[in-house]
């Protein structure tokens, strides 16, 4: 079984455009969770979405935004994008919502984004 | 807001036992999670602990939490050279959503 994809693996853009990621879960996976990390900011949770509902959000501007599709694959974009979103862009998979309480996580390797 | 706290190094000898140490602040979390994050790899849970419990015991791993004083910790028994890594202490509030918050990463060093 396939696990988690994360496209592009590293993406380089410059301030002020806006950039898409992608994520494919594993097969049967409904759910799809978004984590950025920084050295600055550490670890931070995005988004949520399940079955193509934005299920919880953490605390990022409305720069930040996701969708889900009919597959269960996810985008994330950010638009107007500012030094401080150079990052590593995780995301995770798992059959239901509600976290790894809920249901094992299975992370991909994460999309590094850097901004000029 | 949130805010959880741990130290940012641990170095322990192959064999020993280590055990990384986690504070938190917000007294409604229900969910506290043990990440893991090895060079160059992604994320991957260890383990967690719904706050009405004390303890986890999963293998080498144990968690210990004392809601009391909001401390959360994990132990490794018998820590080898495979276990250096980043690992991640987390908390996601009561109500059924999970919107984690997470530590900064205790980066634990196994020197043989």
């Known amino acids: 079984k396939a696990g988690v994809t994360q496209t592009p693996r590293y993406l380089i853009k410059t301030r002020g455009q806006q950039v898409t990621l992608s994520c494919s879960p594993i097969?049967?996976?409904?759910?799809v969770s978004w984590y950025q990390q920084t050295p600055g900011q550490g670890l931070q949770f995005l988004f949520e979405?399940?079955?193509?509902?934005?299920?919880n959000k953490g605390n990022f501007p409305g720069r930040f935004s996701g969708r889900q599709f009919s597959n269960s694959r996810s985008e994330m974009n950010v638009s107007t994008l500012e030094l401080g979103d150079s990052a590593l862009y995780l995301c995770?998979?798992?059959?239901?919502?509600?976290?790894?309480?809920?249901?094992?996580?299975?992370f991909g390797p994460g999309t590094r984004l850097t901004v000029l | 807001g949130e805010d959880v706290e741990q130290s940012l190094f641990l170095s322990v000898r192959e064999g020993d036992s280590s055990v990384i140490n986690c504070t938190y602040t917000?007294?409604?979390?229900?969910?506290l999670y043990w990440y893991k994050q090895e060079p160059g790899a992604g994320l991957q849970l260890l383990t967690y602990?719904?706050?009405?419990?004390d303890m986890k015991q999963d293998q080498r791993l144990t968690v210990l939490l004392n809601k009391k004083d909001k401390h959360l910790s994990l132990r490794i028994a018998d820590t080898q050279t495979g276990d250096s890594a980043i690992y991640f202490c987390?908390?996601?509030?009561?109500?059924?959503?999970?919107?984690?918050?997470f530590g900064r990463g205790t980066s634990l060093i196994v020197h043989p």
């Open positions: 995770a998979s798992s059959l239901t919502s509600g976290g790894p309480s809920a249901d094992t996580q299975y």
């Open positions: 097969s049967g996976h409904r759910s």
């Open positions: 979405y399940f079955s193509e509902t934005q299920r």
């Open positions: 917000d007294s409604s979390s229900t969910y």
């Open positions: 602990i719904f706050s009405n419990m």
């Open positions: 987390a908390e996601s509030p009561s109500g059924g959503s999970y919107i984690p918050t």
